[in-house]
Nanobody, 121 residues
């Protein structure tokens, strides 16, 4: 089993910044892909940003140029730096990871519990 724990959410004014963190813990594992999704009330959960093990990244068009995903492999931690925040960025942000572990080296998908980001106008 692998656990993902997010932190760093909060209330910020429009134009401000926040940095989210996602710490992965558990038995021996390898992260193939790690990313951030968000879900606003009444809406579907959408991809915000993701990073593959080779370092390639993918961003939603709505956050390109404002958000940056990064990873500290030594700490098994992923970050989402969010700048120039807008009220429409308000949502619960979830960490997601595709992880290889176990005796057969199978890939599993995990989600964190999420952290709330609220951007006031």
């Amino acid at each position: 089993q692998v656990q993902l724990v997010e932190s760093g959410g909060g209330l910020v004014q429009a134009g401000g910044s926040l940095r989210l963190s996602c710490v992965a813990s558990g038995s021996t594992f390898t992260i193939n892909t790690i990313g951030w999704y968000r879900q606003a009330p009444g809406k579907q959960r959408d991809l915000v940003a993701s990073m593959r093990s080779g370092g390639s990244t993918n961003y939603a068009d709505s956050v390109k140029g404002r958000f940056t995903i990064s990873e500290d492999n030594a700490k098994n931690t992923a970050y989402l730096q969010m700048n120039s925040l807008k009220p429409e960025d308000t949502a619960r942000y979830y960490c997601y990871a595709e992880v290889v572990h176990g005796p057969f080296n199978l890939q599993y998908a995990y989600w964190g519990q999420g952290t709330q980001v609220t951007v006031s106008s």
